[in-house]
């Protein structure tokens, strides 16, 4: 039997990348030769994947509450791939070599995963029996989505830490405030006190004593390598539309830098308005009683912690103008935009 010269060419390449390499080709073949078909659900690790749900009670609807959650997890890891190639803190910024195009690319892409997550929000809120949840949600004390690290990470990549510092702070720290004094007076911090004392909650201790360090340390590998950073650095002209170096001072926005602005304006209320609304809307539905609200399984303040015009976070404000930032929350301010 005689090989196709396509074939042949392909041993060739095959033969050269190995040389380089100093291995024998040869034993790469017997190993092709020797290895099974991979299929579908060795791939996804299927069998893995469908045995991760361990509920903690018998109630069926916990399943829901489970895999959801388990959902929401994997698309902020798929967040966190686009955000982590495009925010590089092993990179100089003088050095950088992104461009806005590959940017606008990948905020797109995690805005059509913040999409995905805000429409499908209704399997929490419609899609459980709420006699179901008030119960088994029992079971799970002290646990809450409060503790996603993951979305923790995803606020870091999108802006500097003085823009997730709690509201009422913003205007009290200094512009040059260390990362462990901006840490301390995060936002989140505040949605994890108990209600009556004031005190740190266990799920905010749990959280603390788990991620703090590593939070911390993310934080300053992204300063000055943040999506906000980014977009300075084109915005006030130290690019051209195609993200090479100008020394011509700023100029008006590229098609490129506009279309990125609205994706970032669209990813600023994904995350900080949408997100959160679904969250609340959820919440009402399942903890608001006319004399006294449920409180969170982690003893989160979700009357005041999960409204977004309460925490007034925004990733870009520079992106807004005076009267949206008023309107935080309370409207759709991607339906008028300037």
């Known amino acids: 039997m005689s090989f196709s010269p396509d074939?042949?060419?392909?041993?060739?390449?095959?033969?050269?990348?190995?040389?380089?390499?100093?291995?024998?080709?040869?034993?790469?073949?017997?190993?092709?030769?020797?290895?099974?078909?991979?299929?579908y659900w060795d791939y996804i690790q299927l069998d893995v994947l469908l045995n991760l749900q361990k509920p903690r009670t018998a109630f069926e609807d916990e399943k829901i509450f489970i895999l959801y959650h388990q959902i929401t997890e994997l698309y902020f890891k798929l967040c966190l791939n686009e955000l982590a190639q495009l925010c590089r803190p092993d990179v100089h910024p003088s050095a950088a070599t992104i461009e806005p195009q590959e940017a606008l690319?990948?905020?797109?892409?995690?805005?059509?995963?913040?999409?995905?997550?805000?429409?499908?929000?209704?399997?929490?809120?419609?899609?459980?029996?709420?006699?179901?949840?008030?119960?088994?949600?029992?079971?799970?004390?002290?646990?809450?989505?409060?503790?996603?690290?993951?979305y923790r990470e995803i606020e870091m990549h999108c802006t500097e830490l003085e823009q997730l510092v709690h509201r009422d702070f913003r205007g009290q720290l200094q512009a040059e405030a260390t990362i462990e004094t901006l840490y301390a007076h995060i936002y989140w911090k505040q949605g994890a006190m108990e209600l009556q004392s004031g005190k740190k909650t266990l799920t905010l201790k749990q959280?603390?004593?788990?991620?703090?360090?590593i939070l911390q340390a993310r934080a300053a590998q992204l300063r000055g390598h943040t999506l906000a950073s980014l977009w300075h650095r084109w915005s006030d002209g130290s690019a051209d539309s195609a993200g090479a170096t100008s020394s011509a001072?700023?100029?008006?926005?590229?098609?490129?830098?506009?279309?990125?602005?609205?994706?970032?304006?669209?990813?600023?209320?994904?995350?900080?308005?949408?997100?959160?609304?679904?969250?609340?809307?959820?919440?009402?539905?399942?903890?608001?009683?006319?004399?006294?609200?449920?409180?969170?399984?982690?003893?989160?303040?979700?009357?005041?912690?999960?409204?977004?015009?309460?925490?007034?976070?925004?990733?870009?404000?520079?992106?807004?103008?005076?009267?949206q930032i008023e309107s935080w929350g309370k409207k759709d301010l991607l339906r008028d935009q300037p």
Do not use: C
């Open 105 to 150: 690319m990948r905020v797109e892409r995690v805005n059509r995963y913040f999409d995905a997550l805000a429409m499908s929000f209704s399997i929490m809120t419609d899609g459980m029996d709420p006699e179901q949840f008030l119960k088994f949600r029992m079971a799970l004390l002290p646990a809450s989505g409060f503790q996603s690290a993951q």
């Open 249 to 323: 001072g700023p100029a008006e926005p590229s098609t490129t830098l506009q279309a990125l602005a609205q994706a970032l304006r669209i990813l600023d209320h994904r995350v900080n308005v949408d997100w959160p609304l679904a969250h609340y809307r959820t919440a009402v539905r399942y903890l608001q009683r006319p004399t006294q609200d449920i409180a969170a399984t982690g003893g989160t303040n979700w009357q005041q912690y999960l409204p977004p015009r309460m925490q007034l976070r925004i990733f870009f404000p520079w992106l807004w103008t005076e009267s």
């Open 7 to 39: 074939i042949l060419h392909k041993l060739e390449q095959l033969q050269a990348k190995y040389d380089a390499l100093g291995q024998d080709l040869g034993s790469y073949l017997e190993g092709l030769l020797q290895a099974d078909f991979l299929p």
């Open 207 to 213: 959280f603390e004593a788990k991620y703090d360090n």
